[in-house]
């Protein structure tokens, strides 16, 4: 499936192949006999490891040349992940660590003496997204602790909010505010063109596997946007272009159910679930995570474990 969807230039079949692969691995295998906090920790561990080696290596260049700090991920890195994936990942891990704060796992020393390291790799990407992601988060734990009866409906509007922003872009005001914090107009002119496109045929769209070509027709011939091949860096956008609301439908029902139940049950894997589903909304806003490698491996991967961990604690089938 993964190499069907290489192919095609689609990654909507890598996605289902990874999800498929992954939940079978996860269900139909001995990991039943294995505590589970051996993968959050895993995971966990490799993400610390890889901030750990690049920023070793950014330390050792900031000796050398006279360079800033903050956002040197890029210029630096020994390991190869660009900036808003890598804090993509550091956030999941920082969910993960809370996890464990949680559950005892770790205690509060462990954190204290981890929460530095996660905001100076923050830091050091000079990932926005990831900035505004990591807040959120620390207020959603926030309300999860002092605030537990609140918790539930807190996590479904700072869910929903995303989906509001985007609406709200499509004003003037909204629009100049985004283009100062972007530093330039290309994602907003991305964002028009987009929205032209999707208005052509909403319902359906344009087909899946086409988004490219459909969003390089409709540029101006001599945009920065066109001559770079620009995805349309807004998984929403990439998704209403390939295959419209009705596609759009499915892929956030999958999210959707997953975090109903996980609401619902009251699972003690809710946190974690919550999480991810705030992660993936708010950082679907500005960057097309399904077409990047890091990005659908990470969906899978997790979508699938969350899958996994709420059907054996609610002890039913998941379809």
């Not at 990654?11 to 295998?29: P, T, V």
């Not at 808003?84 to 462990?110: C, D, G, P």
């Not at 349309?232 to 975090?259: C, D, K, M, R, T």
Request: proline share 1%; aromatic share 16%; glycine share 6%.
């Amino acid at each position: 499936m993964v190499i069907i969807g290489d192919g095609f230039d689609d990654k909507s079949y890598s996605i289902i192949g990874l999800c498929i692969l992954f939940y079978l691995i996860f269900s139909k295998n001995s990991f039943r006999k294995i505590n589970i906090n051996y993968i959050l920790f895993s995971f966990l561990l490799g993400v610390l490891v890889v901030g750990l080696v690049n920023i070793t290596n950014i330390v050792g260049q900031l000796m050398l040349d006279d360079f800033s700090l903050f956002n040197s991920w890029e210029s630096y890195s020994i390991i190869d992940i660009q900036k808003i994936y890598y804090a993509l990942y550091l956030n999941m891990a920082y969910v993960i660590l809370l996890y464990f704060l949680q559950e005892k796992v770790l205690t509060i020393r462990v954190y204290l003496l981890c929460l530095p390291l996660v905001g100076l790799l923050l830091f050091v990407t000079g990932a926005v997204s990831g900035f505004l992601v990591f807040i959120l988060i620390n207020i959603l734990f926030g309300v999860k602790v002092l605030f537990p009866l609140y918790f539930a409906k807190f996590s479904i509007l700072a869910l929903v909010f995303p989906l509001v922003l985007l609406f709200l872009m499509s004003f003037n005001n909204t629009q100049s505010i985004f283009q100062k914090l972007d530093g330039d107009g290309s994602r907003l002119r991305n964002y028009k063109t987009n929205i032209g496109i999707i208005l052509e045929k909403p319902i359906l769209g344009h087909g899946i596997g086409v988004e490219m070509r459909a969003m390089q027709d409709a540029r101006d011939i001599n945009s920065w946007e066109r001559k770079e091949a620009y995805n349309a860096h807004n998984q929403y956008f990439e998704i209403l272009i390939g295959g419209g609301f009705v596609y759009l439908f499915l892929l956030l029902s999958l999210l959707g159910i997953l975090l109903f139940n996980s609401i619902r049950l009251n699972s003690k894997f809710n946190w974690l679930t919550i999480s991810f589903n705030l992660i993936l909304f708010y950082v679907f806003i500005i960057e097309s995570l399904l077409v990047r490698h890091h990005g659908f491996m990470f969906f899978s991967f997790f979508l699938s474990l969350l899958w996994y961990l709420e059907s054996s604690s609610a002890n039913c089938n998941t379809i």
